[in-house]
DNA sequence: GTGAAAGCGCTAACAT
DNA sequence: ATGTTAGCGCTTTCAC
């Protein structure tokens, strides 16, 4: 008894049409030596095969696979949802298809070492290039192009892009200061975070320029998730004086905000403002005070700059001239920044 | 000049520990039979290489992959988006790793064959199984698992998880109804869509056991989409008559109902009450009446379904007596349904 | 307990 | 314009 055959093969393709393999893998290539009338008829038995392309099989042969990768560490984090987004965008104008690994488990891609296999199991393989959301490793060994957003460390070896940390803090706390208010709590996020320290040093700077010394105790410290920014928050609005406006370093940190809000009776933003650093489409409802949304923008211009790798282009400033809140840059130079 | 060899592969594991690579191969796959000394050996030079399993190679070969795919069409889309969240807290708790695979262009997947095509590019190849959601085809060809989340077609072939339409907008209209609302509008989405079809038929019924006719004016004809949600709110808030409450029948619609509302200078659920037959997040800061939050739970589900199939483990219904809103069926039998 | 070798489905020389 | 053939890196008999 012998194996029932469900899947169909170039092969199977091949000796329906009565040609070889290869003629059907020069149709399948677009490979323009192949006569009109062959194709055709190939392209009908392929048709009426229901044949597709092994998709592993094919990735062992060729170097082109129009396939880029994503990694990243939660699916279900806003923050990725909207880099997903924006490199769904970027993905639309394409030839190349998306394939988003995740091990669902925030937990298993923590380490740097788990980065690296992810890293290795997709560019080695089956994609040409990939995204990496938020790694935490400061160097990849890869045989295909990487492109990094928002990576964790300070001098990343890999093309990177990430938000303009300092100076959107500035901003963020500019346009507090210019509401009015002289008591801002601030939560960060962890302290071994380049954007959280970033960002903590514009609400710094911020206040120093404006001519209000900083009071440490409205500093609170977070760690970008809900839970801990509303404990922050209850621990800020606590206080004997108060602050009258919060910005929190991240947009989780500013949900746990609002709801510390709601909890204590406090209307948003009449009784207190509430800045996120990220812009999270959420925000808008909740009567937050955000800034322009980027993040989606770093998905985008993330994958423009990765097809531009794989495709050899080269990576010039030029290309990068962008009017949005970004840093981009390629492991030695700075390409473009905010506008 | 020979090329640079970038690429670990079990070669050079195998060359630089001393043995051949099936050894290495059962250390990889871990099989018993291994002297410990040896897979020790083995495993120490697979650490020092930085050697990671070629994915493409592997897939080939074996038929476990300890991966699932995830197919949608979009990846922006808020249903999407909590379907992922609910098939990642699946994919955590299991030995699969979790591949999302997006055109990134809702068009390109719009088609039957293209659906085919992703189905068959992911499970005859790479992935031990496939998740698809909102599906057109009604059958399809593979040789491993399928299972749906809400096909748009009535009588499919492959096992699917779907939410009780009917029963969900009889318990949103009774919700409204309790609230002392006569005059319900309700937006309906495609009239090919069987979930749209068995909303609006809900709506009709629950109107009609409260002894409410139905008033064919207060039913708009609208896509699932925010813009002609929208657009049909507008319509029926300028009816001579306007209703007091909108059931629309899903949440993007329900969004565009709130834009309009917004425009108006209505106040919710002051001046409108808004009911969204899906519950996305969003909607309970943009104060909308939701039902119970279930969509993630179809991916919950669905991923739990699938991962059983792989196992060729039975779909018994003891296993889906569910809580939860939904509908479980293999192609032949429902499973569960709503409590 | 370990190695040699076949071959998965495909692409890309190299022939013809 | 088309066919033949050699592998890609891996798992898996089948020997030893």
């Known amino acids: 008894m012998r194996k029932k055959k469900v ?18 893998s020069r149709v399948l290539n677009g490979k323009a030596d192949v006569a009109s009338e062959t194709q055709d008829h190939i392209l009908s038995v392929i048709d009426n095969l229901g044949y597709t392309t092994n998709l592993a099989a094919r990735s062992m042969r060729s170097f082109k696979k129009n396939l880029v990768g994503l990694i990243m560490p939660d699916i279900a984090y806003p923050f990725a949802i909207e880099v997903m ?18 091990t669902g488990d925030v937990r298993k891609s923590e380490s740097a070492s788990h980065e690296q296999k992810y890293v290795s199991l997709l560019n080695n393989s089956i994609t040409d290039g990939v995204i990496i959301v938020a790694p935490i490793a400061s160097e990849f060994s890869s045989n295909a192009p990487i492109v990094s957003i928002d990576p964790l460390v300070s001098n990343p070896t890999y093309p990177t892009v990430h938000a303009t940390n300092y100076q959107g803090a500035v901003e963020a706390m500019e346009y507090l200061l210019g509401l009015g208010h002289k008591r801002i709590g601030f939560i960060s996020g962890r302290a071994e975070l380049e954007s959280s320290n970033r960002r903590l040093k514009g609400y710094r700077d911020a206040l120093e320029n404006a001519g209000i010394p900083v009071d440490e105790e409205l500093i609170a410290s977070g760690d970008y998730t809900t839970e801990i920014g509303a404990v922050c928050a209850r621990k800020l609005l606590s206080l004997d004086k108060p602050p009258t406006a919060i910005f929190a370093s991240n947009d989780q940190t500013a949900m746990g905000v609002f709801q510390t809000a709601q909890e204590m009776g406090l209307r948003i933003p009449e009784d207190l403002s509430v800045m996120g650093f990220d812009n999270i489409s959420e ?8 800034m322009d949304q980027f993040i989606s923008e770093m998905g985008f211009v993330a994958t423009q700059m990765l097809i531009k790798l794989i495709k050899r282009e080269s990576l010039d ?3 990068y001239k962008m009017k949005t809140q970004l840093v981009v840059r390629n492991s030695c130079q700075e390409l473009a920044v905010a506008a």
Request: no cysteine; net charge neutral.
């Open 7 to 24: 899947t169909v093969t170039i092969q199977d393709v091949a000796r329906t049409a009565g040609v070889s393999v290869s003629t059907v």
């Open 85 to 102: 987004k924006g490199v769904n965008r970027a993905i639309a104008e394409s030839e190349f298809d998306l394939l988003v690994y995740t």
């Open 283 to 290: 925000s808008k409802y909740m009567g937050l005070t955000t």
């Open 317 to 319: 400033t030029q290309t």
